[in-house]
């Protein structure tokens, strides 16, 4: 199992800036994309942010033009970085793999501890 150990995540006031950093234990190529998602209380855990292995990157309209992805599949490290952050980002953003599932077809049961963002008016 691959372990994804998450980071940066931090208290910012409104417009303020933060880079999360992603460290996978496993190679990253091996999926078809990673993604940065995002649980805020009381919600469902949501995709922001996609980055294939092609390079394929695909935002959430919430995020658009404010976030940006990156991976570097040497180090086995995904990116996120927020800009122009808003209340409405404060969540747990987690990291993993896109799609979400496992070998067996499966939603992964795997998640990562997350780090917390939250974001003050």
């Known amino acids: 199992q691959v372990q994804l150990v998450e980071s940066g995540g931090g208290l910012v006031q409104s417009g303020g800036s933060l880079r999360l950093s992603c460290a996978s234990s496993?190679?990253?190529?091996?999926?078809?994309?990673m993604g940065w998602y995002r649980q805020a209380p009381g919600k469902e855990r949501e995709l922001v942010a996609a980055?294939?292995?092609?390079?394929?990157?695909q935002y959430a309209d919430s995020v658009k033009g404010r976030f940006t992805i990156s991976k570097d599949n040497a180090k086995n490290m995904v990116s996120l970085q927020m800009s122009s952050l808003k209340p409405d980002d404060t969540a747990v953003y987690y990291c993993?793999?896109?799609?979400?599932?496992?070998?067996?077809?499966?939603?992964?049961?795997?998640w990562g501890q997350g780090t917390q963002v939250t974001v003050s008016s």
């Open positions: 993993n793999k896109v799609p979400p599932v496992d070998s067996d077809g499966r939603e992964t049961a795997y």
């Open positions: 496993g190679s990253i190529s091996n999926f078809y994309g």
């Open positions: 980055i294939t292995s092609d390079v394929f990157i």
